[in-house]
T-cell receptor
Framework: GAVVSQHPSRVICKSGTSVKIECRSL??????MFWYRQFPKQSLMLMAT?????????EQGVEKDKFLINHASLTLSTLTVTSAHPEDSSFYIC???????????????FGPGTRLTVT | AQKITQTQPGMFVQEKEAVTLDCTYD???????LFWYKQPSSGEMIFLIY??????QNATEGRYSLNFQKARKSANLVISASQLGDSAMYFC??????????FGPGTRLSVLP
């Protein structure tokens, strides 16, 4: 199956600093990428949908100025957590949909996730 | 309103036995897809099986099968011959036509030796 990578896999940062997470589709072009957040023992919550070359669409309650998303190419989307605080500590997962996909059963490929800890 | 319901927060099964993980969904859209994902402790989401709303037959993928009951809006996952490596979180998800994934709360499966 298609591969989506995330970097870094784990990051610890100090409160007030910013951290960038990269999501890459390795063997396909992704016009749409998704960013999810997952707290311990909870489900995935969609934060935003990222479309190549345009502004991301954020879900209700997600601060767009805090979680900056850039989808600069068909294979790369980045999530920057600005001025991180301990409550931003979470597992962040990206997902990508193949550019060629267009049917209901097109699979969304998930990255391995990034565990962010803010101290 | 909750679109995906998984009523079993945790399940135990003996190794080599079969287990059914429940999933019910809510939609008024006639076109939708149902997915099951496995999430081991490493965190990666592993796609298991897909069922389309118009599919006449239940989906099967190796040891995984999906018991699709459209009128009851249920899409239960059946794992046959459980293995220790099946211990993980399992998420049911739905995607309506033109919409994004909606995930259920998940079921933690523990396979006992």
């Amino acid at each position: 199956g298609a591969v989506v990578s995330q970097h870094p896999s784990r990051v610890i940062c100090k409160s007030g600093t910013s951290v960038k997470i990269e999501c890459r589709s390795l063997d396909f072009q992704a016009t749409t990428m998704f960013w999810y957040r997952q707290f311990p023992k909870q489900s995935l919550m969609l934060m935003a949908t990222s479309n190549e070359g345009s502004k991301a669409t954020y879900e209700q309650g997600v601060e767009k100025d805090k979680f900056l998303i850039n989808h600069a190419s068909l294979t790369l989307s980045t999530l920057t957590v600005t001025s991180a605080h301990p409550e931003d500590s979470s597992f962040y997962i990206c997902s990508a949909r193949d550019r060629l996909a267009g049917t209901l059963d097109d699979e969304q490929y998930f990255g391995p996730g990034t565990r962010l800890t803010v101290t | 309103a909750q679109k995906i319901t998984q009523t079993q927060p945790g399940m135990f099964v003996q190794e080599k036995e079969a287990v059914t993980l429940d999933c019910t969904y809510d939609t008024s859209d006639p076109s939708y897809g149902l997915f099951w994902y496995k999430q081991p402790s490493s965190g990666e989401m592993i796609f298991l099986i897909y069922q389309g709303s118009y599919d006449q037959q239940n989906a099967t993928e190796g040891r995984y099968s999906l018991n699709f009951q459209k009128a009851r809006k249920s899409a239960n996952l059946v794992i046959s011959a459980s293995q220790l490596g099946d211990s993980a979180m399992y998420f049911c998800a739905m995607r309506e036509y033109g919409q994004n994934f909606v995930f259920g709360p998940g079921t933690r499966l523990s396979v006992l030796p």
